[in-house]
């Protein structure tokens, strides 16, 4: 475990960006219905990186894979089925409904920081 202030910040930046697309562009439909998805996958691997130094593409891999049973639990309102059905913000956390589209947002944003990752191991 060694904390890198670089990835934490980046995590920061893209949650409160997420928090911008929840509050602020709601009502756009793309940014809130795709976007979103794709910048959650990031969030979730700088915050990881940000604490512990993993190989990055098992790291991407295990995202991808831990955002595709978190999507097809929705399937099964795994939310509703704990307990959480009143509590907004888990709900919101844990989403209340199956999209294949939504497991091709989170695809997109592993390729996206796969891509990135290529690009950072060319510098060195």
Same mark, same amino acid.
């Given at each position: 475990?060694?904390?890198?202030l670089?990835y934490? *910040?980046?995590a920061?930046? /893209?949650?409160?960006?997420?928090? %911008?697309? #929840? @509050?602020k !562009?709601?009502?756009?439909? +793309? =940014?809130?219905a795709?976007?979103?998805?794709v910048?959650?996958?990031? *969030?979730?691997?700088?915050? /990881?990186?940000?604490f512990?130094? %993993?190989? #990055? @593409?098992? !790291?991407?891999?295990?995202? +991808? =894979?831990?955002?595709?049973l978190?999507e ?6 795994f ?6 059905k009143?509590?907004r ?8 409904s +199956? ?6 947002c989170?695809?997109a ?8 990752e290529v690009r ?5």
């Open positions: 475990m060694k904390f890198n670089k934490f *910040l980046i920061v930046s /893209i949650f409160l960006l997420e928090v %911008l697309i #929840a @509050t !562009l709601k009502d756009i439909f +793309f =940014v809130r795709y976007l979103g998805d910048f959650v996958v990031m *969030l979730m691997y700088y915050f /990881i990186k940000a512990f130094k %993993l190989d #990055a @593409t098992k !790291l991407i891999i295990g995202i +991808f =894979v831990f955002s595709c978190i097809f639990l929705q399937y099964f309102h939310g509703e089925l704990l307990g959480f009143e509590n913000i888990v709900m919101i956390v844990l989403g209340n +199956f999209s294949w589209i939504d497991i091709l989170y695809f944003g592993c390729v996206i920081l796969f891509l990135i950072n191991l060319s510098k060195v």
